[in-house]
């Protein structure tokens, strides 16, 4: 969780990205089962279906994708109203930040960008864009934010 701070950290051991507004979500592929859980543990797989299809796609079978869903502007900016009014349900990206777990291992920080530059590469949909999202982290911490995930229309 983000906190308040009078000056940005810096130094070797922090990491600085972008934040968008959204849903803090984890995509969990088991097989040919994925499951898509809030930071509370709400299960939103029925919610947003076109993520969902999209890591189907994937060639790899077991992974943890932590993300944001968010729906995004015609600025391009995230707007958090939009994607809780669920009227833009069908609108909804996942905006992928880190991978925690790659064909059943779970994965150090230092390895994580680059497992889930590949992951992205592996078949999410033939228009991933790779990006970069999220808030301040230490590096010691959980979060690295490297790549997108768009929705995917079959």
């Known amino acids: ?30 097989n040919e089962r994925v499951r898509l859980l809030s930071r509370n543990g709400t299960d939103w797989t029925k919610r947003y279906p076109w993520i969902v299809q ?19 502007g015609v600025d391009g900016v995230s707007d958090f109203n939009a994607l ?13 930040f880190d ?17 889930l530059a590949r992951l992205l590469r592996g078949g999410w949909s033939p228009s991933v864009a790779i990006g970069a999202i999220a808030a301040v982290a230490p590096r010691t911490g959980s979060r690295s934010r490297t790549g997108r995930i768009p929705r995917c229309r079959g």
């Not at 940005?8 to 592929?29: A, F, N, Q, T």
């Not at 992974?63 to 869903?69: M, S």
């Not at 809780?84 to 905006?95: A, C, F, G, I, W």
């Not at 991978?99 to 497992?115: A, F, H, T």
């Open 54 to 72: 999209a890591a189907l796609k994937n060639r790899e079978r077991h992974f943890v994708v932590d993300g944001e869903a968010v729906v995004l």
């Open 1 to 30: 969780m983000a906190t308040a701070a009078k000056h940005v950290p810096s130094g070797p051991d922090w990491i600085h990205e972008v934040k968008y507004d959204g849903y803090r979500m984890l995509v969990i592929r088991q």
């Open 84 to 96: 809780h009014s669920r009227r833009h349900d069908d609108e909804v990206q996942l905006y992928a």
């Open 99 to 115: 991978i925690l777990v790659r064909g059943g291992e779970d994965l150090p920080l230092s390895l994580r960008k680059s497992n």
